[in-house]
């Protein structure tokens, strides 16, 4: 269901069941936070724009994207701020500005829901922003809703909501949010209560409103790992069911040949950079010398190798189209580090100094700014959420 979504799951548990510090609802909702509000019954100012102009509609031309102004830092590169009253909340995610974290959370008082902090207004109250709970699409312009037997995405901007033929199954949109992808299995088994007669992964793909789907493969051995561009997807082949082998391809939409990007053992943690130029992984378990660890690859057709970062081992996540940020896992050290990894010289360069700036990330749960300026983390020490700006 994507990172997002995963994240989601887990916070709702913990702060259903938390109370945290008074709630704020929020006077002014954001542009963002305006379309949300429209479908939480929170009021939204009068010049507060929407997600998509009137003509910009799924039948029209797509909107052109918005390029919000450059976020100042919030303090000089490497200062950690704390953003939130310890013991606060988990799992936050960026809003797709950059300026602002949300999460879900129930104050004491209060009701669940998202809330928000602003990068430039730390420790004040978070504001209450939907009490909607429920998935977004990357861009936030969507609400995905899941049933037993329904998809149900809402658009934001408007409130028109759409049943998808996904049928209950989580999507995947595409890079522009103009299409989405699912994947359905082989379906029930024969009337003996035996497999299915096809157990193949059938991969589909429609519009974001549901219309012209089509099934575009279906996978002996194999299933979907998501878009590498607006017309291609990724998917996950093994030349047999008893194969520890992964091969990652492209399946074009409009029917050409695919080509392999990489075959690995133990194929972990796919994770694309921005521009999809470039994938990280890890491999972990393999029995092969020297093919454990963190590597990374071009996506595009003749670019480098996969090769394995030697010594480099431990979280990351993409900054760009080409740095990838990485805390290495350094057994019994006292502070996490940040490093950062130039993929298409190798040339590395230490973001954070333990020495001068200790920190600890309580349970991985770190993200980067999509604007990638900021470093967004939950505090061992405390709890809380803090935030860092890169140099």
């Not at 972990?268 to 092969?288: E, K, P």
Request: charged letters at 20%; proline letters at 9%.
């Amino acid at each position: 269901m994507g990172a997002f979504n995963q994240a989601f799951w887990i916070a709702l548990a913990a702060c259903t069941v938390t109370a945290c510090r008074p709630a704020q609802p929020a006077a002014e909702p954001t542009p963002i936070a305006a379309g949300m509000a429209s479908i939480a019954g929170i009021a939204a100012s009068d010049n507060a724009t929407t997600a998509d102009p009137p003509e910009a509609k799924l039948s029209g031309r797509p909107s052109a994207p918005v390029v919000p102004p450059v976020v100042p830092p919030v303090a000089p590169p490497g200062q950690p701020v704390r953003l939130t009253a310890p013991g606060c909340c988990a799992r936050p995610f960026w809003r797709a500005d950059s300026r602002a974290l949300w999460f879900i959370d129930k104050p004491e008082g209060g009701e669940t829901g998202f809330y928000e902090v602003a990068l430039d207004a730390p420790l004040t109250a978070p504001a209450l922003i939907s009490s909607t709970i429920a998935s977004l699409s990357p861009d936030q312009r969507w609400r995905v809703a899941l049933t037993r037997e329904r998809t149900t995405l809402t658009r934001l901007a408007d409130g028109a909501a759409f049943d998808v033929p996904a049928a209950g199954r989580s999507v995947s949109f595409s890079p522009n949010g103009e299409r989405i992808v699912w994947q359905e299995g082989g379906g029930p088994g024969n009337a003996a209560g035996g497999p299915p007669a096809d157990p193949s992964n059938r991969i589909f793909v429609a519009a974001v409103d549901g219309t012209a789907a089509r099934e575009v493969t279906r996978l002996a051995n194999g299933s979907l790992s998501g878009w590498l561009d607006d017309t291609t997807l990724l998917v996950r082949v093994r030349e047999g069911r008893d194969s520890d082998i992964d091969q990652l391809r492209t399946l074009p939409l409009d029917g050409g040949e695919g080509r392999e990007i990489l075959r690995s053992e133990r194929l972990r943690g796919i994770a694309l950079s921005t521009d999809r130029s470039w994938l990280a992984y890890t491999v972990s378990g393999s029995t092969s010398t020297g093919a454990n660890g963190l590597w990374i690859a071009a996506t595009r057709a003749g670019g480098a190798p996969p090769r394995r970062l030697d010594g480099r081992f431990g979280a990351f996540r993409w900054r760009d189209g080409r740095r990838l940020v990485i805390i290495p896992f350094e057994m019994g050290s006292a502070s996490h580090r940040l490093l950062e990894l130039d993929a298409e010289t190798g040339a590395e360069r230490a973001l954070s100094d333990p020495a001068a700036t200790p920190l600890r990330i309580a349970d991985g749960d770190w993200s980067l700014s999509p604007d990638g300026r900021h470093l967004a983390y939950v505090s061992a020490a405390d709890d809380a959420i803090w935030v860092m700006a890169l140099p």
